[in-house]
């Protein structure tokens, strides 16, 4: 995820790469993996790995012992790809983004924009994990993790992912509500979804107003107003204010989803229950 400013100056907030954000455009704080958790997981499936590996060798190599030599190292690569991309793959993807390392320290492995990996996420992860963790002995990775401000190892920028840690307690701020004087008005308008950047843009700009000086709160309210003005028809009464305006828009679009989420879960019931 790109970072995406919603005005200027230092006393406001942006959206930056650690955010994950909502369907309501709230970020999540979700932060990355610190370094020695990660080793601690890298640690934990290298050992399964070579364990696993011995295993497969031992059972391919006593199972075509009495063959020829070419059907041998037939064994043995088919090892080499089982052991080192075809259960890494299947484990994460099962798992949506945890191997068994990641299992045991909390962590999750995410897509850049937080959703979860796909098989070819895991694959494209476990390809540059075998040069970078074992050809190279976790050298590469180590370092790559070092300099990244998310941790991100080889494979993780290879395949646009990035390890974060599970179990973290996430608060959300409270929600924007309805100027009373803006209801009427925000229930005939026509208020289109906002761009995910924008809508977090204000959501931050209407939670932390009262820490910005007046005249950057008036420049950034102008702005904001106008990008969101865009998406709703008719504007609102003469002399409302650009935040009670903001404020009207994103409380209704809340109630406006969470209505349409209410009648689509209803429909599922009632399919459900006809079947």
Do not use: C, N
């Amino acid at each position: 995820m790109t970072q995406q400013p919603f005005g200027t100056g230092p006393e406001y907030a942006t959206l930056t790469a650690d955010d994950l954000v909502t369907g309501e455009a709230v970020a999540l704080d979700l932060p990355p993996a610190g370094l020695a958790i990660r080793v601690v997981s890298g640690f934990l499936d290298v050992l399964v790995t070579v364990v696993l590996l011995f295993v497969a060798l031992f059972v391919l190599t006593v199972a075509t012992i009495t063959t020829d030599e070419a059907l041998l190292w037939v064994a043995y690569i088919g090892s080499l790809v089982i052991v080192f991309l075809v259960v890494p793959t299947t484990l994460e993807t099962l798992t949506r983004g945890r191997s068994l390392g990641h299992l045991a320290t909390g962590l999750r492995t995410v897509r850049d924009d937080g959703g979860p990996i796909t098989a070819q996420h895991a694959l494209t992860r476990a390809l540059i994990g075998v040069v970078e963790i074992y050809a190279f002995t976790g050298i590469p990775a180590v370092l790559s993790s070092m300099l990244s401000h998310k941790g991100k190892r080889l494979g993780d920028y290879a395949a646009g992912t990035y390890v974060v840690r599970d179990r973290v307690r996430l608060v959300l701020p409270p929600p924007v509500w309805m100027p009373r004087q803006l209801a009427a008005w925000a229930s005939a308008a026509d208020i289109s979804s906002l761009p995910v950047g924008l809508a977090l843009g204000v959501r931050q700009y209407l939670g932390r107003a009262d820490q910005i000086t007046p005249q950057s709160r008036a420049v950034i309210g102008a702005q904001l107003a106008a990008q969101v003005g865009e998406y709703v028809a008719p504007p609102p009464p003469p002399g409302t204010s650009h935040e009670d305006f903001l404020a009207a828009v994103v409380a209704s679009r809340r109630e406006r989803d969470s209505a349409r989420l209410h009648r689509e879960e209803a429909l599922r019931r009632r399919l459900t229950a006809r079947r």
